[in-house]
Nanobody
Framework: VQLQASGGGLVQAGGSLTLSCAAS????????VAWFRQAPGKEREFVGT??????YYDDSVKGRFTISRDDAKNTVTLQMNNVKPEDTAVYSC??????????????????WGQGTQVTVSS
């Protein structure tokens, strides 16, 4: 499956942004799709995912970000509210079939889309 992330941009702290991950080729109904982000000089880190109807988030975004997926439209959405400057990063979506204990690992996701830049100004 080929993925494409979109929706990034510049937003002020406290604002909102909606990112979308779409399957440009194939379908991801049988995959787990997760959001990751990578800030300059840092490793890619887990943001959140929805797997078998249940959502999982990193503690740093819990309560502020919401993930949803629409298999009919082949999209997974990341709603970002009350963003902070530390949320600034390139956000990417990855698809795979990770076991529960590997949900947060980038290497457990085998297909990736080109990332989208999110910049939060203070």
């Amino acid at each position: 499956v080929q993925l494409q992330a979109s929706g990034g941009g510049l937003v002020q702290a406290g604002g909102s942004l909606t990112l979308s991950c779409a399957a440009s080729e194939g379908t991801f109904s049988s995959y787990t799709v997760a959001w990751f982000r990578q800030a300059p000089g840092k490793e890619r880190e887990f943001v959140g995912t929805v797997r078998m109807g249940r959502t999982y988030y990193d503690d740093s975004v819990k309560g502020r970000f919401t993930i949803s997926r629409d298999d009919a439209k082949n999209t997974v959405t990341l709603q970002m509210n009350n963003v902070k400057p530390e949320d600034t990063a390139v956000y990417s979506c990855g698809a795979g079939r990770p076991i529960l204990s590997s949900l947060r690992r980038p290497l457990s996701h085998t297909s990736w889309g080109q990332g989208t830049q999110v910049t939060v100004s203070s």
